[in-house]
C-alpha cells in the first residue's frame, strides 16, 4: 500500500484518486485560514510556483479540529485562499486528521512518518499550551499536533519526511528541491 491507494474529495464535491498523481512529488498538508500559521500558504504557493513545472504538487486539506481554526464551508475556505494567497494548487474538501473520523489518507501518513518532535523554534517553544488543550497526551502519540503539518511524499508514493509547523519553511524547501531533483 502507498499514498496512491487513497482517495479524497476535491474541495468541490468530487472524487479524486491519488493515483492521479503517480511519478509527482507530493507535499500533502493540513490547513486552516484562521490560525498563527496561516501565512505558510503565501510560502507554500511560493513553492508551489518554483517546482510545479517539475512534477510537484501540494495537496492542501482544510481542517478544523484545533480550535476551530478552520471556519466556514469548502468554498468559503477555498475563496478565501485563492484571494488572499492566491493558491493555484489542488485543495480537497475539509477533514479531521486526528480521531475516530480521521481521513484514512492522515492515519496513513502518521503510520508512515511518526511524530519526532516539534524543534526548538519560538514557535515550538509556546505551542506546547495550545496543543495540550486539544490533545492532553500529545508527546506520546503520532497524531497531528497542529494546522500546517506537512508530508513530503517521494514519486514512488513513499512517505519520505513530515514537518511540524513549528520547524518553519526553510527546511520544507530543502526536502522538496532535493526531492524534485531525484
Known sequence: MNIYDFKAKAQ????????DYKGDVLLIVNTA??????????ELEALYEKFHDKKFEILDFPCNQFLGQAPGTDSEIH??????YNTQFPQ??????NGENQD???????????????GDSDAAKMMPQYI???????QN???????????LV?????????????EGMDPVNAAVEKAVAE
Open 141 to 151: 502519540n503520532d497524531n497531528i499536533k497542529w494546522n500546517f503539518t506537512k508530508f
Open 33 to 42: 485560514t484562521g490560525c498563527g500559521f496561516t501565512p505558510q500558504y503565501k
Open 79 to 84: 475563496s478565501f485562499c485563492t484571494l488572499k
Open 132 to 138: 495540550a488543550k486539544v490533545d492532553p497526551d500529545w
Open 92 to 97: 480537497f474538501s475539509k477533514i479531521e486528521v
Open 154 to 166: 517521494n514519486r514512488d508514493g513513499d512517505v519520505i519526511a513530515r514537518f511540524e509547523p513549528t
Open 12 to 19: 468541490d464535491g468530487s472524487d479524486v484518486s491519488l493515483g
Open 104 to 118: 484514512p489518507i492522515f492515519a496513513y501518513l502518521k503510520e508512515q512518518a511518526p511524530f519526532k518532535g516539534l
